[in-house]
């Protein structure tokens, strides 16, 4: 099995948890209740975004980035905030949570599918259109034929 790469960030799961290792869940369509699921095995797939590291380490970053912006804004939010310049907010916090709101979004199977689609879509103009170009060559479309939007 492949290294366990989430699609719904840990550091995100723990914002709602009480020990910061288990959280409840609800599979809805099996109507299962867990109260103490551990964060590390649930909403993950082996190898998502690659089977080298190079995308997960990107996000990795991007994530850290995510986490201490949203850590300000629930404590700024929940008023457990001093008034020193660490725990202020600023535009780029709210930029953070943007960011990482469109991401999460992405990281679904329904917008994977519709991204795919659209791709596909493209390829296919642009071949319709242009016979004599083959888009595989074309370094530009190369984000459009990776395998993580399969």
């Given at each position: 099995?492949?290294?366990?790469q ?12 009480d ?12 109507r299962l ?11 993950y797939?082996?190898?998502?975004y ?13 994530e850290?980035k ?5 850590k ?31 991401f999460?979004?992405m990281?679904t ?10 791709s596909?879509?493209?390829i ?9 170009i ?8 190369n984000?459009?034929l990776d395998?993580?939007?399969?």
């Amino acid at each position: 099995m492949g290294k366990r790469q989430h699609y719904i960030p840990q550091f995100y799961l723990r914002f709602f948890s009480d020990d910061n290792k288990t959280v409840a869940i609800f599979l809805f369509q099996r109507r299962l209740y867990r109260s103490r699921v551990p964060i590390k095995s649930i909403l993950y797939k082996p190898d998502l975004y690659d089977n080298d590291d190079s995308k997960e380490q990107v996000i990795s970053h991007l994530e850290s980035k995510w986490n201490a912006s949203l850590k300000r804004i629930v404590a700024y939010l929940s008023s457990d905030f001093t008034n020193d310049e660490n725990s202020k907010i600023d535009e780029s916090d709210l930029l953070d949570l943007y960011s990482f709101i469109c991401f999460t979004l992405m990281r679904t199977r329904q917008q994977i599918s519709a991204i795919s689609f659209q791709s596909e879509a493209f390829i296919r103009d642009i071949q319709d259109r242009f016979p004599e170009i083959n888009p595989a060559e074309i370094d530009d479309f190369n984000p459009l034929l990776d395998p993580y939007f399969e």
